[in-house]
């Protein structure tokens, strides 16, 4: 058998490296780790960009060229254009025709002239009434001509953008295929409509009418948008004239729309639009402060544009519910601002799409959170931080190279248990399962031939890191330093004390809780009220589920207690406290005192009435009291556990 090679062509290599995303992570790691939640750090990193070797732009960049666009459309010129271009011909044509009556003496060319001076002041009006006018100069004729040329071209090519070209040279035989046209396109929408329409019939209608349609559309919903796009546009260049433009052009296009034998199929095609694209900004009306007038067709298409640039701004922005990179129209990106912008704009969406297929990010009705692994990353990087900080290097940061809540091995080996997570013991587990087999053959290993390496026994601690989560620490900007505070600690715990069981705590008028996945996405509770009462409740309760475990009980606060828990369950609030919160918080304090669990806590504000507080506290229970700022609140927190871990 032979065999050949070849470029893999099903779809993505499956031997590439995985897309680069560790840059883009850090980034948004360095936003959470400054107190911004997940959601605003990947809308930043998105709108900041991803400069390095191919400088890409970001959604900032692209949204700023979509307002230069915008500004530029609206400078472009005025909107009247059109009626402004058929008052010239028209004046053109009577002068014409007046220059050729004034040398005839005759009754009939005084009638003539008469007739002239009484047409109506609007230009459709006049249009109309010179309609059935039998002109006497040829010239005169010909600039009436050239004039509803003029109008069919434009009425018909701001609802079709390639009826300008297939107009250019009117003939009844063209006007007569524009006809087909609209009977054949309403028929399909109403078959349509009835579910009775297939793809074969819109690929015969293209096959058949192709060239009118530049936009090239696919497939009759993307017809249908263009054209609903375009109507919309109309409309809207309608509401943005005068009331005295806007009813003498209405005037125009109803008159040249039934000169052409196209006002029913017209009325009909946009009575099917508006039913299917109601969404769409039907009478809104743009201003223009532009000097060139623009013809009709000119306006509609800038209008039509504005409206996907309004469109564009919008979904670049990102600012609204559930909002994604895949929101954003490429294709409209590309009639904006080119080839380059979608570039641009891929590189971004594969960073979003990237960060979710490898694990680090995830959408749960709507909202952006980081997944453990990524959470378990960011930990560890303001754990370097911190250790980075300490005076001295890498105080206390020592590898812990066993598993579970094992120490130094001791040589010796017991079989495996279910839950054990101490190293198995290779060669001896290899041995049994030769014993077994009576040394001949194969060896097949069974669960009873696993053994594990005995180790000494380490102590473990019952961790508790209180958390203030008030609006307070907001305000004074100590907030950020929390929130990495307790990512550090809960990464050293995880990699250096895996025996230990760490629970950290958030409190401000209630406390609760604080899983590990849910760090990166904390933010500030924007309530009233100090509740270390509640905190310490729960804090009691993780202790007392590990009554072997040492007690380390953490407390960062920037404010002494304003609130205390009721017997029903309610949080009370006072400020300044009542006696009821400070003595049932110092109550809660003693239990602790009891359990034999030391509470050090770290002052964020250097506030006298806080001071007196933690003094009662250290008097009390013996705890220390540190009095630090944000900047130093990790090295502090950090620095104090590794103490404490060592003298256990």
Same mark, same amino acid.
Request: hydrophobic share 35%; net charge negative.
């Given at each position: 058998m032979s065999y050949r090679y070849g470029e893999y062509r099903d779809g993505p290599d499956p031997l590439a490296p995985p897309y680069d995303v560790r840059s883009a992570l850090d980034r948004m790691g360095d936003a959470v780790l400054s107190?911004?939640?997940? *959601?605003?750090?990947?809308?930043?990193?998105?709108?900041? @960009?991803?400069?390095?070797?191919?400088?890409?732009r970001g959604l900032e960049d692209l949204l700023r060229e979509v307002r230069r666009r915008r500004r530029e459309l609206r400078e472009r010129g005025r909107l009247d254009g059109t009626l402004e271009r058929a008052r010239t011909l028209l004046d053109k044509a009577i002068g014409q025709e007046r220059a050729e009556l004034?040398?005839?003496?005759?009754?009939?060319?005084?009638?003539?002239?008469?007739?002239?001076?009484?047409?109506?002041?609007?230009?459709?009006?006049a249009i109309r009434e010179l309609g059935e006018y039998r002109w006497r100069s040829a010239a005169a004729q010909r600039t009436f001509e050239e004039l509803r040329d003029l109008l069919r071209r434009e009425v018909l090519d701001s609802q079709f953008r390639g009826m300008?070209?297939?107009?250019?040279?009117?003939?009844?035989?063209?006007?007569?295929?524009?006809?087909?046209?609209?009977?054949?396109?309403?028929?399909?929408?109403?078959?349509?409509?009835?579910g009775e329409h297939t793809q074969a019939d819109f690929e015969r209608f293209m096959e058949k009418y192709g060239d009118m349609f530049p936009e090239a559309p696919r497939n009759l919903e993307e017809l249908v948008d263009t054209l609903a796009r375009r109507a919309a546009a109309t409309q809207r260049l309608l509401a943005s004239l005068t009331p005295a433009q806007r009813?003498? %052009?209405?005037? %125009?296009?109803?008159?040249?729309?039934?000169? *052409?034998?196209?006002?029913?199929?017209?009325?009909?095609? @946009?009575?099917? %639009? =508006?039913?299917?694209?109601?969404?769409?900004?039907?009478?809104?009306?743009?201003?223009?402060? @532009?000097?060139?007038?623009?013809?009709?067709?000119?306006?509609?298409?800038?209008?039509?544009?504005?409206?996907?640039?309004?469109?564009?701004?919008?979904?670049?922005?990102?600012? =609204?519910?559930?909002?994604?990179?895949?929101?954003?129209?490429?294709?409209?990106?590309?009639?904006?601002?080119g080839r380059s912008a979608v570039d641009d704009l891929e590189a971004l969406k594969r960073v979003e799409r990237e960060?979710?297929?490898?694990?680090?990010?995830?959408?749960? #009705?709507?909202?952006?959170?980081?997944?453990?692994?990524?959470?378990?990353?960011?930990?560890?990087?303001?754990?370097?931080?911190?250790?980075?900080?300490?005076?001295?290097g890498r105080r206390g940061d020592h590898?812990?190279?066993?598993?579970?809540?094992?120490?130094?091995?001791?040589?010796?080996?017991r079989p495996w248990r279910f839950g054990d997570e101490q190293p198995i013991d290779v060669v001896r587990t290899v041995v049994n399962g030769v014993r077994?087999?009576?040394?001949?053959?194969?060896?097949t290993l069974t669960v009873d031939d696993f053994e594990v390496a005995e180790t000494e026994r380490r102590t473990a601690a019952a961790v508790c890191l209180l958390v203030d989560l008030s609006y307070s620490m907001a305000l004074r900007g100590t907030w950020a330093a929390a929130k990495q505070t307790a990512m550090a600690l809960q990464a050293l715990v995880a990699s250096k004390f895996p025996q230990d069981s760490v629970q950290i705590i958030g409190f401000s008028n209630y406390a609760r809780v604080l899983q590990p996945d849910e760090l990166a996405g904390l933010e500030w509770d924007m309530v009233q009220g100090t509740n270390l009462h509640h905190a310490l409740l729960i804090a009691g309760r993780h202790l007392d589920r590990h009554p072997d475990f040492e007690p380390v009980v953490l407390v960062v606060t920037d404010g002494e207690p304003t609130a205390h828990l009721r017997r029903d369950g309610s949080a *009370?609030?006072?400020?300044?406290?009542?006696?009821?919160?400070?003595?049932?918080?110092?109550?809660?304090?003693?239990?602790?005192?009891?359990?034999?669990?030391?509470?050090?806590?770290?002052?964020? *504000?250097?506030?006298?009435?806080?001071?007196?507080?933690?003094?009662?506290?250290?008097?009390?229970?013996?705890?220390?009291?540190?009095?630090?700022?944000?900047?130093?609140?990790?090295? =502090?927190?950090?620095?104090?556990?590794?103490?404490?871990? #060592?003298?256990?």
């Amino acid at each position: 058998m032979s065999y050949r090679y070849g470029e893999y062509r099903d779809g993505p290599d499956p031997l590439a490296p995985p897309y680069d995303v560790r840059s883009a992570l850090d980034r948004m790691g360095d936003a959470v780790l400054s107190g911004s939640n997940p *959601a605003h750090a990947l809308r930043d990193l998105l709108r900041e @960009g991803l400069p390095g070797a191919e400088n890409r732009r970001g959604l900032e960049d692209l949204l700023r060229e979509v307002r230069r666009r915008r500004r530029e459309l609206r400078e472009r010129g005025r909107l009247d254009g059109t009626l402004e271009r058929a008052r010239t011909l028209l004046d053109k044509a009577i002068g014409q025709e007046r220059a050729e009556l004034f040398p005839d003496p005759s009754d009939d060319a005084r009638l003539r002239e008469a007739e002239l001076a009484a047409l109506p002041d609007d230009t459709a009006s006049a249009i109309r009434e010179l309609g059935e006018y039998r002109w006497r100069s040829a010239a005169a004729q010909r600039t009436f001509e050239e004039l509803r040329d003029l109008l069919r071209r434009e009425v018909l090519d701001s609802q079709f953008r390639g009826m300008r070209q297939a107009l250019e040279n009117p003939d009844p035989a063209a006007m007569e295929r524009v006809r087909e046209m609209m009977t054949d396109l309403n028929d399909m929408l109403d078959r349509d409509a009835r579910g009775e329409h297939t793809q074969a019939d819109f690929e015969r209608f293209m096959e058949k009418y192709g060239d009118m349609f530049p936009e090239a559309p696919r497939n009759l919903e993307e017809l249908v948008d263009t054209l609903a796009r375009r109507a919309a546009a109309t409309q809207r260049l309608l509401a943005s004239l005068t009331p005295a433009q806007r009813e003498e %052009l209405d005037a %125009l296009i109803g008159q040249t729309l039934q000169q *052409a034998g196209l006002d029913e199929q017209m009325r009909r095609l @946009g009575e099917s %639009l =508006y039913a299917r694209r109601p969404d769409l900004s039907w009478n809104t009306p743009e201003r223009f402060g @532009g000097e060139e007038p623009m013809g009709m067709s000119d306006a509609v298409g800038a209008l039509d544009e504005l409206a996907d640039l309004t469109q564009l701004e919008s979904a670049l922005r990102q600012d =609204y519910p559930g909002a994604r990179m895949d929101d954003i129209d490429e294709d409209a990106i590309r009639r904006a601002l080119g080839r380059s912008a979608v570039d641009d704009l891929e590189a971004l969406k594969r960073v979003e799409r990237e960060l979710e297929a490898q694990g680090y990010l995830r959408r749960q #009705r709507g909202k952006v959170e980081l997944t453990p692994k990524a959470v378990r990353r960011l930990g560890e990087t303001a754990l370097r931080r911190v250790f980075t900080s300490l005076e001295g290097g890498r105080r206390g940061d020592h590898d812990q190279v066993d598993a579970g809540s094992a120490g130094e091995l001791t040589g010796s080996s017991r079989p495996w248990r279910f839950g054990d997570e101490q190293p198995i013991d290779v060669v001896r587990t290899v041995v049994n399962g030769v014993r077994r087999g009576g040394g001949t053959g194969s060896v097949t290993l069974t669960v009873d031939d696993f053994e594990v390496a005995e180790t000494e026994r380490r102590t473990a601690a019952a961790v508790c890191l209180l958390v203030d989560l008030s609006y307070s620490m907001a305000l004074r900007g100590t907030w950020a330093a929390a929130k990495q505070t307790a990512m550090a600690l809960q990464a050293l715990v995880a990699s250096k004390f895996p025996q230990d069981s760490v629970q950290i705590i958030g409190f401000s008028n209630y406390a609760r809780v604080l899983q590990p996945d849910e760090l990166a996405g904390l933010e500030w509770d924007m309530v009233q009220g100090t509740n270390l009462h509640h905190a310490l409740l729960i804090a009691g309760r993780h202790l007392d589920r590990h009554p072997d475990f040492e007690p380390v009980v953490l407390v960062v606060t920037d404010g002494e207690p304003t609130a205390h828990l009721r017997r029903d369950g309610s949080a *009370a609030f006072e400020w300044p406290p009542t006696s009821e919160t400070l003595e049932l918080t110092l109550a809660e304090v003693d239990k602790m005192t009891r359990r034999r669990a030391t509470l050090n806590v770290f002052m964020l *504000a250097d506030d006298e009435r806080l001071r007196d507080f933690v003094d009662e506290v250290g008097r009390r229970n013996g705890g220390r009291v540190f009095s630090t700022g944000a900047d130093h609140l990790g090295e =502090y927190v950090v620095s104090d556990f590794l103490r404490t871990r #060592r003298s256990r």
